[in-house]
């Protein structure tokens, strides 16, 4: 029970913290607050009945023949609740709805990024895809290239990759303060199917192998390949639509804010438009 009340505030603290962050450097609308209390507060009561209903079973005697006590069973049953990463956050400013949640089932919609191994591209070093995402108050964009390939000028993710640095609309162009590096505020990744030993990262859009820092130094970390040696290939273990490809929105908090196909570009745009401020020099 106390586990369980401390992983719930600390995802308290997580939820309010990069809100406060993005609000008090003028990246955000002050609106963005509201959604702590909007997002939380089904949390906290769940948490209360489910507290209620932990000292109820604790307190009855188990009827059961086997070993395993009634509490036990009802700790694994809700091991996921109480490990504090089953809280699953409604449509909203900030959580898109399901329409495009078949490109992804492996990525549900509200609930916390589920990662999987990856190859860096540029070293062939096996990671996690998650461990790339950082308690930095910014914004990620992972971009699962389509079934084609991710070199070609004309594929899928040279498109996206075009509008997010060239068009006035991007959310990159729009809320990258000026002389910034291109992921200071939303962080781009691209994960392709093909494995590490077919593709080299500068036959990538340059997006996915920036120039950043006061030395323009090359960011390596930005493109990665399936795992096909493991048998641990992120594309099948969260069922992503190998034809098209997706696009998935992670929050600052890391949970899935939206799934959406790789040209969805209005989409793209009008959900970051509802809650960050355009810079001055770029809006």
């Not at 390939?149 to 060239?166: G, I, K, T, Y």
Request: glycine share 8%; proline share 5%.
């Amino acid at each position: 029970k106390a586990g369980q009340g401390m992983n719930v505030s600390m995802g308290d603290g997580f939820n309010l913290g990069w809100k406060l962050a993005m609000v008090l450097q003028g990246r955000a609308h002050a609106n963005l607050l509201c959604s702590y209390s909007a997002e939380r507060h089904g949390v906290a009561q769940t948490l209360i009945e489910f507290d209620q209903e932990w000292a109820r079973v604790i307190s009855e005697r188990s009827d059961d023949r086997d070993d395993t006590p009634q509490f036990q069973k009802y700790f694994i049953e809700h091991g996921r609740y109480t490990a504090g990463v089953s809280v699953k956050y409604t449509p909203s400013l900030l959580t898109g709805n399901d329409q495009w949640q078949l490109l992804a089932p492996g990525f549900t919609i509200g609930m916390r990024f589920h990662s999987a191994p990856v190859i860096r591209l540029a070293d062939a070093k096996p990671m996690h895809l998650g461990h790339t995402l950082k308690a930095d108050a910014r914004w990620h964009l992972f971009a699962f290239a389509a079934d084609e390939d991710p070199s070609a000028h004309d594929c899928r993710l040279a498109r996206l990759v075009d509008f997010l640095e060239n068009d006035p609309g991007s959310p990159l162009r729009r809320y990258t303060p000026l002389g910034a590096d291109c992921d200071t505020v939303i962080d781009f990744r691209a994960i392709m199917q093909q494995g590490f030993r077919t593709l080299q990262v500068s036959d990538l859009p340059k997006l996915c192998w920036p120039q950043k820092g006061r030395f323009g130094l090359v960011d390596y970390e930005k493109a990665f390949c399936a795992d096909q040696r493991s048998g641990a290939d992120i594309f099948d273990m969260r069922q992503i639509d190998r034809q098209h490809g997706c696009l998935i929105i992670v929050r600052p908090d890391q949970y899935v804010a939206d799934i959406m196909p790789l040209d969805a570009f209005e989409r793209l745009s009008a959900f970051f438009d509802g809650f960050l401020l355009p810079t001055s020099t770029n809006g």
